[in-house]
Nanobody
Framework: QVQLVESGGGLVQPGGSLRLSCAAP????????MDWYRQTPGKQRELVAS???????NYADSMKGRFTISRDGAKDTLYLQMNDLKPEDTAVYYC?????WGKGTLVTVSS
């Protein structure tokens, strides 16, 4: 099992910003598309955003214009910049590539 390690979660007020990071082995990072998912208790895990090896991106409708996914090949790291956060964005955010998942990082949006 490949290790994906997320970081950057925390508590933020509505309207605030956070940047999540996901460190991945180069063997995964260089050859696969990568995604961010999120999950709240009692709900299915949902896709937040995807990025291909060549940098093409895709977003869930509710995240368009607020979230930006990117990848840094020099650092083998995936990012998710989240702006204008809303309470409904509160969730555990997971990094995903191929069949591999990280353990998640909790984002809480609350005043």
């Amino acid at each position: 099992q490949v290790q994906l390690v997320e970081s950057g979660g925390g508590l933020v007020q509505p309207g605030g910003s956070l940047r999540l990071s996901c460190a991945a082995p180069g063997s995964i990072f260089r050859f696969y598309a990568m995604d961010w998912y999120r999950q709240t208790p009692g709900k299915q895990r949902e896709l937040v955003a995807s990025i291909t090896r060549d940098g093409s991106t895709n977003y869930a409708d509710s995240m368009k214009g607020r979230f930006t996914i990117s990848r840094d090949g020099a650092k083998d790291t995936l990012y998710l910049q989240m702006n204008d956060l809303k309470p409904e964005d509160t969730a555990v955010y997971y990094c995903h590539a191929e069949t591999n998942w990280g353990k998640g990082t909790l984002v809480t949006v609350s005043s």
